[in-house]
């Protein structure tokens, strides 16, 4: 079983969409990450977050540590958003847990 | 933050050969990390690198196949040997920041091998 769980594995969705990406994970943490991979293979990070909530423009990311869950959302999604985003959780010192990722492709 | 940079961004290769990827950092990190990808799969830790001590590895994963330098605080490059198709992967390389949840990623290294 691994650490991090994402949800869903794949996900198509029309310009302008709403949408959701769930993460959970099985471990404590002291931080978790949305990253995000383009076709290119490099990976930014998005959010970093412990507790509560984030808003970064159209991306918001929520963290429920009693229920170990996740989301990152996007309003008004457009097809630049079109990426890999990947979950990743911070374990101990240096050891992080990588979800597989979520494959978001936005339509025009 | 820290900027990364890698080179190559990306490379195709013959089975057999090696390739040496460079990772380069914009400020003085004490750690840093090597990562693969493989196609589908998630991030993979190879191993860490500290200035002026030898790599520490993963398990499944040697020096022999992957040797790591770090001659200084904000370089360092991974070499995959002898390489086979089954090494096609990205391979990233990342550091910590000012506290050791905070991570930051390069740029990747596509790599195939024919």
């Known amino acids: 079983k691994n650490e991090v769980e994402q949800s869903p594995q794949n996900l198509t969705a029309q310009e302008g969409e709403f949408i959701t990406i769930n993460c959970s994970y099985s471990?404590?943490?002291?931080?978790l990450h949305w990253l995000q991979q383009h076709p290119g293979g490099g990976i930014v990070s998005l959010f970093m977050?412990?507790?509560g909530k984030k808003k970064h423009g159209r991306l918001i990311a929520t963290i429920n540590i009693q229920e170990k869950h996740s989301s990152l959302h996007i309003t008004a999604s457009h097809p630049r958003d079109s990426a890999v985003y990947i979950c990743?959780?911070?374990?101990?010192?240096?050891?992080?847990?990588f979800g597989t990722g979520t494959s978001l492709t936005v339509i025009p | 933050s820290a900027v990364i940079s890698q080179k190559p961004s990306r490379d195709i290769c013959q089975r057999g050969t090696s390739l040496t990827i460079q990772c380069q950092v914009d400020?003085?990190?004490?750690?840093m990390f090597w990562y693969r990808q493989q196609p589908g799969q998630s991030l993979t830790l190879i191993a860490t690198?500290?200035?002026?001590?030898?790599?520490?590895?993963e398990s499944g994963f040697v020096i022999d196949k992957f040797p790591i330098s770090r001659p200084n605080l904000t370089f360092s490059t991974l070499t995959v040997s002898n390489m086979s198709p089954e090494d096609s992967s990205i391979y990233l390389c990342?550091?910590?920041?000012?506290?050791?949840?905070?991570?930051?990623f390069g740029p990747g290294t596509r790599l195939t091998v024919t």
């Open positions: 990342s550091v910590t920041g000012g506290k050791s949840y905070e991570q930051y």
């Open positions: 471990v404590g943490i002291s931080a």
């Open positions: 977050l412990s507790s």
């Open positions: 990743a959780v911070n374990h101990t010192g240096n050891q992080f847990y």
């Open positions: 400020s003085q990190v004490t750690m």
């Open positions: 690198a500290n200035q002026g001590s030898e790599a520490t590895y």
